[in-house]
């Protein structure tokens, strides 16, 4: 469907303390050549957003120490980074964590498990 390469060197932050999401995001996104960046939690992700810089940022919403919500608003808030899309990743469909998620920033939302398709598209929609 795409012409291979139309997503190379964006970089995309998958934030989520789920080894299995990272690995599974890192592998659907390794032929489009997407730079991956991975984080396992909310501080974690803080200093590689200062590294890294990343064009999309996918934040679970349920992890440790700093959660998905507090880790967009911490981005949201910061001038430098506010303009990055942040799409919360969810296992639940639920209308109160869409309106919770829109509540602390976030730009989508994304339920898991998401195929490769899921997560391409969103990255073609606000990266392209």
Do not use: H, W
């Not at 799409?87 to 195929?115: Q, V």
């Amino acid at each position: 469907m795409d012409n291979a390469g139309a997503l190379k060197g964006i970089k995309v932050m998958i934030i989520d303390d789920s080894n299995t999401i990272r690995r599974s995001a890192e592998l659907f996104l390794r032929p489009s050549e997407c730079e991956v960046i991975l984080a396992e939690d909310g501080f974690e992700a803080m200093s590689k957003i200062v590294d890294n810089q990343p064009d999309i940022i996918f934040v679970d919403i349920t992890m440790p120490r700093l959660d998905g919500y507090q880790a967009c608003m911490l981005i949201k808030k910061n001038p430098i980074y506010q303009s990055i899309p942040v799409i919360m990743l969810s296992s639940k469909d639920g209308l109160f964590d869409k309106a919770r998620g829109r509540m602390s920033g976030s730009n989508d939302y994304l339920t898991k498990p998401f195929t490769a398709e899921d997560l391409l598209s969103i990255i073609r929609n606000y990266t392209l």
